[in-house]
Structures are given as structure tokens and as C-alpha cells.
Nanobody
Framework: QGQLVESGGGLVQAGGSLRLSCAASGRTIGTYPLCWFRQAPGKTREFVAAITWDGGSTYSTNYADSVKGRFTIARANVVNTVYLQMNSLKPEEKAVYYC????????????????????WGQGTQVTVSS
């Protein structure tokens, strides 16, 4: 059975950047919609970004309003990996960041609904100091 493994988390000062990676092993991500969510202590899981690919030349992305213009999601299908580039990080964005994949989602609409994602990684901690 395949799994998703996140990496790249750590401690960064406010205004800094981190690049998270999520590698799939044991399965190919193919055209699966992929996403990032985060969860801070005592808070519910929060959508961050999602990306789809139709197998051709069309990629679609979706971002939470709070991260638009600062975060970028990308996928490298050849290496079965999805990335999240995070710039201008804020202390309130301290959380565990999870990647997930959907086996049945749309090729063109990157969903922000966590219920639509079947496969989840274990998460990577991001801490932003003020």
C-alpha cells in the first residue's frame, strides 16, 4: 500500500520561507488531485492549497484566501511529489502541514474539502517565530 511522506518543515522567522515536499511511495500520483492542509493546536484542519492535472497540459490550482500571493503549490509527476513553497510566513501559520491525494477528484477543480481526499501523509511541523 502506498503512502505519502511530507518533509521540509522546521523553524523559521516571521517573514521567512519554507518549501514543503510530499513524496508518494508505493503508488504513482498520476492525475490524482493533490492538496495541502494544516492544523494548529486546538484548531480544526484548514485548507491551504490544492492542484489538479488533466494528464495533458492543464494544471489548476486553488488557494485559501489567507495564503494567496504568498504560497505556491506545484507538482512533479515524474518524481511523484507535490510541493508547497511558503513565503512571508506569519507566526499564526505555525501548524502541522499535511499533504493528501484524491483518487476520484476532478481533473479541473482542485477541491478545498478535506473529505474528498483519501490518502494522507503524517504531517510535518512548521513553526514561525515572531
Amino acid at each position: 500500500q502506498g503512502q505519502l511522506v511530507e518533509s521540509g518543515g522546521g523553524l523559521v522567522q516571521a517573514g521567512g520561507s519554507l518549501r514543503l515536499s510530499c513524496a508518494a511511495s508505493g503508488r504513482t500520483i498520476g492525475t490524482y488531485p493533490l492538496c495541502w492542509f494544516r492544523q494548529a493546536p486546538g484548531k480544526t484542519r484548514e485548507f491551504v492549497a490544492a492542484i489538479t492535472w488533466d494528464g495533458g497540459s492543464t494544471y489548476s490550482t486553488n488557494y485559501a484566501d489567507s495564503v494567496k500571493g504568498r504560497f505556491t503549490i506545484a507538482r512533479a509527476n515524474v518524481v511523484n511529489t507535490v510541493y508547497l513553497q511558503m513565503n512571508s510566513l506569519k507566526p499564526e501559520e505555525k501548524a502541522v502541514y499535511y499533504c493528501a491525494a484524491s483518487a476520484s477528484g476532478s481533473y479541473y477543480y482542485p477541491s478545498a474539502n478535506w473529505l474528498e481526499y483519501s490518502y494522507w501523509g503524517q504531517g510535518t511541523q512548521v513553526t514561525v517565530s515572531s
